[in-house]
Nanobody, 127 residues
Framework: QVHLVESGGGSVQAGGSLRLACAASGRSLSTYVVAWFRQAPGKEREFVVWDMWSTETTSYADSVKGRFTISRDNAKNTMYLQMNSLKPEDTAAYYC????????????????????WGQGTQVTVSS
């Protein structure tokens, strides 16, 4: 069992930056694929990025590639999402998630493989 808690959301102007954190307890995140998803009002939850620490593999959604960076601090059992050059369309509730290392990589873009989720943190980007 893994318990995830996000923090770091807030309001920022377009072009600004925020760093989200996702602190885990229960088990080490190093044994999971971790990801960030987001959900804007009235829209489906969408994939942002996933990271497989064991193979140093990361995959980003095209919409955030080059602007967002996922990282981990395994000693703190925490992962981060650094978001730069934020745009109004990045406004959403952001969720961290963890999935077991048993699926084909392409499946980690889908919500269904993630067993553990945080409660979400709101990011609002104004123009």
């Amino acid at each position: 069992q893994v318990h995830l808690v996000e923090s770091g959301g807030g309001s920022v102007q377009a072009g600004g930056s925020l760093r989200l954190a996702c602190a885990a307890s229960g088990r080490s995140l190093s044994t999971y694929v971790v990801a960030w998803f987001r959900q804007a009002p009235g829209k489906e939850r969408e994939f942002v990025v996933w990271d497989m620490w064991s193979t140093e593999t990361t995959s980003y959604a095209d919409s955030v590639k080059g602007r967002f960076t996922i990282s981990r601090d395994n000693a703190k059992n925490t992962m981060y999402l650094q978001m730069n050059s934020l745009k109004p369309e990045d406004t959403a509730a952001y969720y961290c998630a963890a999935a077991p290392l048993r699926y084909a990589r392409v499946l980690y873009q889908t919500q269904a493989v993630y067993d553990f989720w945080g409660q979400g943190t709101q990011v609002t980007v104004s123009s």
